[in-house]
T-cell receptor, first 114, second 114 residues
């Protein structure tokens, strides 16, 4: 089944404790993105990647890192999480071609930073 | 700056009522436009998309949207809503043509009562 998977789905952590949220897609998509969803603000893009080893900042990149060492994986790293990073995070992928330009979303990771 | 406005934040309708959710975007170039739906506790799913051709786009579950270039609008419509349409609806646009960088609106929460 074609899908985007994220792990963990729920995470409670404390300020300053490094964490990684994994994202994997099995559709051989070129593009992958991370978003955060906050009430009243909709989804905001954190980082995106156009291909292996090619990443760029989205609208709210501060406090986050990403890497794209393999085409299928795009982990989100919070080196020193803070309470304002408490949010619902979505990973997404897209093929990157003109006629099939839609993003497919993962199930989300709800992060709480105490 | 590129942005998407969804003016209705919370809409309550009775079953069988007609629905129209507003979406306006701010961007001077060619855009691809999307409506996504998020059912309670679930990830975002694509309802419909427009990138060229007929400005009236039909999507899944009886939804449609009309692209009016002169008004920078892409309103979502459904002639008769069902209780199962209760969800949050997000309008988004993509200026890149590759779906690598979607800009989302803040969302409209639709509540359908029996």
């Amino acid at each position: 089944e074609a899908q985007v998977t994220q792990n963990p789905r729920y995470l409670i952590t404390v300020t300053g404790k490094k964490l990684t949220v994994t994202c994997s897609q099995n559709m051989n998509h070129e593009y992958m993105s991370w978003y955060r969803q906050d009430p009243g603000l909709g989804l905001r893009q954190i980082y995106y990647s156009m291909n292996v080893e090619v990443t760029d900042k989205g609208d709210v990149p501060e406090g986050y890192k990403v890497s794209r060492k393999e085409k299928r994986n795009f982990p989100l790293i919070l080196e020193s999480p803070s309470p304002n990073q408490t949010s619902l995070y979505f990973c997404a992928s897209s093929p990157g071609t003109w006629l099939t330009n839609e993003q497919f979303f993962g199930p989300g990771t709800r992060l709480t930073v105490l | 700056a590129q942005s998407v406005s969804q003016h209705n934040h919370h809409v309550i309708l009775s079953e069988a009522a007609s629905l129209e959710l507003g979406c306006n975007y701010s961007y001077g170039g060619t855009v691809n436009l999307f409506w996504y739906v998020q059912y309670p506790g679930q990830h975002l799913q694509l309802l419909l998309k427009y990138f060229s051709g007929d400005p009236l786009v039909k999507g899944i579950k009886g939804f449609e949207a009309e692209f009016i270039k002169s008004k920078f609008s892409f309103n979502l419509r459904k002639p008769s809503v069902q209780w199962s349409d209760t969800a949050e609806y997000f309008c988004a646009f993509d200026p890149t043509g590759t779906a690598s960088k979607l800009t989302f609106g803040t969302g409209t929460r639709l509540q359908v009562t029996l």
